[in-house]
T-cell receptor, first 111, second 117 residues
């Protein structure tokens, strides 16, 4: 059973399009992180969201944490080929140390 | 400030041999995590360590796998008597001392790709 469900699993779009990927759970998380991983490399931290309803922007990327702290979304505006990669959400449940990762959304942006 | 370092980047072993994977956390970080990733899959938690202590090893197989983070030197993930199913990318991450569990930011190394022949 995957505690963090990511959707879609795979997304192929044209440069300039917008997209949203989702990270959902039935559990409450004290925080959620989004990472991007490129082939042959380790994940790179993009953002941490902590407060329910929180919205954070990182250039063309907008991250939102659900009000109940059970889900999160990542929206990319005007995608570029450099955005290609595996996007992973991760979180630790309240009072826990173990970080749980979703299976990831594999994004491919065509020029 | 150097990031998380892992070595070797690639490791080839024959069935039955031992594999030792090393991880040097970022300077000032006292928490280390090990993850395993199979192709086209996400990261699976294996173990969480602080200096000289194993905090959570609930993701580690009960046999053949062990991890340590000594007072001096890197963290080591050791796999004895490797089998083909151990072939995977193994990632180490580190984080600074955490004031509470609200922030769980981890910084990853480049990984070690283990191939068992």
């Amino acid at each position: 059973t995957q505690l963090l469900e990511q959707s879609p699993q795979f997304l192929s779009i044209q440069e300039g399009e917008n997209l949203t990927v989702y990270c959902n759970s039935s559990s409450v998380f004290s925080s959620l992180q989004w990472y991007r991983q490129e082939p042959g490399e380790g994940p790179v931290l993009l953002v941490t969201v902590v407060t329910g309803g929180e919205v954070k922007k990182l250039k063309r990327l907008t991250f939102q944490f659900g009000d109940a702290r059970k889900d999160s979304s990542l929206h990319i505006t005007a995608a570029q080929p450099g955005d290609t990669g595996l996007y992973l959400c991760a979180g630790a449940r309240t009072g826990g140390f173990k970080t749980i990762f979703g299976a990831g959304t594999r994004l491919f942006v065509k020029a | 400030n150097a990031g998380v370092m892992q070595n070797p980047r690639h490791l080839v072993r024959r069935r039955g041999q031992e594999a030792r994977l090393r991880c040097s956390p970022m300077k000032g970080h006292s928490h280390v995590y090990w993850y395993r990733q199979l192709p086209e899959e996400g990261l699976k938690f294996m173990v969480y360590l602080q200096k000289e202590n194993i905090i959570d090893e609930s993701g580690m197989p009960k046999e053949r796998f062990s991890a340590e983070f000594p007072k001096e030197g890197p963290s080591i993930l050791r796999i004895q008597q490797v089998v083909r199913g151990d072939s995977a990318a193994y990632f180490c991450a580190s984080s600074p001392r955490q004031r509470d569990s609200s922030y769980n930011e981890q910084f990853f190394g480049p990984g070690t790709r283990l191939t068992v022949l």
